[in-house]
Structure formats: C-alpha cells, structure tokens
C-alpha cells in the first residue's frame, strides 16, 4: 500500500468577502488540505467550515507576515481580498487593500526556500488598465508577474452571488442585465471568447476554478491568466 499524500496547507486572504467565503465553502470538502483564513477577527466562517483554522492577521504588521511559511504552513495561498472605494472611504484606503496588501504577502513568501503558489483574484481589463480601479489591479499583477512566485490569475468580469451587503445597483443589474445575457451567450454564443469574456459571473463559479486549478492541475499549468471562457467553461482552457 503506498504512503498518503502529504496535505497541502492552504491560506486564504480575503476570507470573508464573496469569493473567499466560497473558496472556504469549497475547500472544506477536501480532505487532501489544510485551511487557514487570514482574519480581522475570528467567528465569522465557522457556518462555512468546520475545518478552517481562523487566524486573526494585520497585513500591516512585519510580525503578523512573518509568520505565513513559518507557524503558519503555506503551500497555496489564495488571494480574494477586495473592496470598494466606497467601503474603504478613499482611494488611499482602496489601493491599500487591492494592491499593497497582496504585494506585501507576495514579498513575503517569496523569501521562502519553497515558493508556494500564489492565486489571486484580479479583474477584466487589468490587462488594458482605464482607470483607478483597473490601474490598481494592474499594479498588483505586475508585482505577482515580477516576484519570482508561482501564479495564477484570475480575471472575473461583473461578480454574482449573496453578498453580505445589500446594494441595490448591483441587485439590479444581476437581475435585469447579468441572467439574460448568460442565458443568451450559452444559447447562441457557447464557444465566443469575447462574448464570455465580459460575461457576468458567480462566485461560487470563480472559487471553483481556483481550486481546481490549484490543487487539481499539475504544476506545468502554473503561471498563467484564467479569464472568460477559462472561468466559465474550465474544459475551454486549452
């Protein structure tokens, strides 16, 4: 009989927002990892999971980054931290959280003697930045792109899904724009890239494609952009 494969130590940043609260959903089924949520404060994903470790973090402490690969194991780390300017209160305050924050867990872990694989959730259109909001995310890939770690990057259009905070405008738009033009790309566009491209999607769906992609696809599928079709339809991703 041969030996178990050794658990993979998943961090997830950005635990409690839209995707992170899917990816902790979603990785609680998997046997094969650990999970550790990088937290403000603890108690808030125990509904999820009752395998998550929570960790209260500040991504402003030296002490708090420290830790990531060293009492805290770290063989993925998966970034869905995001905001908004409105939530954040400024601009300062957005590119804080949408850029510096996960710059500053990429510097860390890219003084580890085993670079773990860094996954994060950017934007459609970081590629073309117009914008504050599409700069910052430009920002934040170009620090991925240079710092030496493994990647991946995924490039969701409009996000769908049960967010903690009502805002009508997007309640809206899911409902009146968002389902019709689905339904209308998987009816006569199935296979167009720039149709899917700018498609509305889940959450739920953009977690799915984070896991699988790291912990199911082997390491020579590392380093890449998943947006549209990859997202949406994985078997596409050729």
């Known amino acids: 009989m041969s030996p178990a494969a050794p658990l993979k130590h998943v961090v997830v940043a950005g635990a409690t927002g839209l995707v992170g609260r899917e990816l902790i959903r979603q990785l609680d089924s998997r046997p094969e990892v650990t999970v550790t949520a990088l937290v403000r404060g603890t108690g808030r994903l125990r ?34 931290l995001g905001t908004t300017i409105k939530d954040a209160g400024s601009q ?9 924050y996960p710059m500053a ?16 959730v950017s934007s459609v259109g970081a590629a073309h930045p117009r914008g504050f909001y599409l700069q910052t995310k430009a920002e934040m890939e170009k620090a991925l792109f240079e710092s030496g770690l493994p990647y991946l990057i995924f490039r969701p259009s409009l996000l769908m899904g049960p967010r903690r905070v009502f805002r009508l405008g997007e309640w809206l738009a899911a409902r009146l724009l968002a389902r019709p033009y689905l339904a209308f790309a998987r009816a006569f566009m199935p296979q167009s890239r720039l149709a899917w491209k700018y498609a509305p999607i889940e959450a739920e769906d953009v977690a799915k494609a984070m896991v699988r992609c ?25």
């Open 47 to 80: 509904n999820l999971s009752s395998r998550v470790t929570e960790i209260p973090f500040d991504f402003e402490k030296a002490e708090d980054l420290a830790r990531l690969g060293a009492d805290i194991p770290c063989d993925i780390l998966l970034c869905a």
């Open 92 to 100: 300062e305050a957005f590119r804080r959280v949408d850029r510096d």
């Open 105 to 120: 867990l990429m510097v860390r872990l890219a003084e580890l003697e085993q670079r773990p694989l860094f996954a994060v």
């Open 214 to 238: 790291c912990l199911d696809e082997p390491p020579s599928r590392h380093n890449r952009v998943l947006t549209g079709l990859a997202l949406h339809h994985p078997i596409m991703d050729l």
